[in-house]
Nanobody
Framework: VQLQASGGGLVQAGGSLRLSCAAS????????MAWFRQTPGKEREFVAA????????YYVDSVKGRFTISRDSSKYTMYLQMNSLRPEDTAVYFC??????????????????WGQGTQVTVSS
């Protein structure tokens, strides 16, 4: 499976963006699909994750209530709907997937499939 992220851009604080992560073909139901973000000089940070076959979504505390992760099985695409954006959400966002673990892991080294990053910039 190859992943391709898109949807980043420049938005004012309080605005919204929707990121997409298109898979080259249908991920297995057991795959964990995740979004991470990274700013210069900092480690890649977990944002949200969901299992392709369904189940609960997981979020970092700082985005709970503002971001929603989802997937469209018919389009092999995962989304991250980002509302009430803040300047501190500015980062390069990456989508990722892994299919070997029973639990969803929040560290980037657990993921072996990555899309290219998409820049999100939130102006104050």
């Amino acid at each position: 499976v190859q992943l391709q992220a898109s949807g980043g851009g420049l938005v004012q604080a309080g605005g919204s963006l929707r990121l997409s992560c298109a898979a080259s073909h249908r991920p297995l139901s057991s795959f964990a699909m995740a979004w991470f973000r990274q700013t210069p000089g900092k480690e890649r940070e977990f944002v949200a994750a969901i299992r392709w076959g369904g189940g609960p979504a997981y979020y970092v505390d700082s985005v709970k209530g503002r971001f929603t992760i989802s997937r469209d099985s018919s389009k092999y695409t995962m989304y991250l709907q980002m509302n009430s954006l803040r300047p501190e959400d500015t980062a390069v966002y990456f989508c990722a997937a892994e299919g070997s673990r029973r639990t969803i892991i929040r560290t980037p080294d657990a993921y072996d499939l990555w899309g290219q990053g998409t820049q999100v910039t939130v102006s104050s």
